[in-house]
């Protein structure tokens, strides 16, 4: 299990083995994020990764720059905090 931190609120959610992805993690906890696709495709649910290091379930089709994940497609490998 691991904590999710969103900085600009400081609201923190727990990412649990069940939630197959980081997006399914955040809405589980009624946090709302934009996404389109849910596969890595569009680039909706682009956020900043602040600190911590996240696992990808599958490669990102979308383009994203250095520091930022697509929760879409990921999970937290451990403790992070993201900007949203």
């Known amino acids: 299990m691991s904590r999710v931190?969103?900085?600009l609120s400081g609201t923190e959610v727990?990412?649990?083995e069940e939630h197959?992805?980081?997006l399914v993690a955040l809405e589980?906890?009624?946090v709302e994020v934009e996404y389109q696709c849910r596969s890595g495709y569009c680039g909706s649910c682009r956020c900043r990764l602040v600190a911590g290091q996240v696992?990808?379930?599958t490669e990102p089709l979308a383009f994203?720059?250095?520091g930022e994940i697509l929760p879409c497609c990921c999970r937290a490998?451990?403790?992070i905090e993201i900007e949203m």
């Open 14 to 16: 727990l990412c649990r």
């Open 28 to 30: 589980a906890h009624q």
């Open 77 to 79: 490998k451990g403790d």
């Open 20 to 22: 197959p992805s980081l």
């Open 5 to 7: 931190t969103l900085s």
């Open 55 to 57: 696992d990808w379930l």
């Open 64 to 66: 994203i720059n250095e």
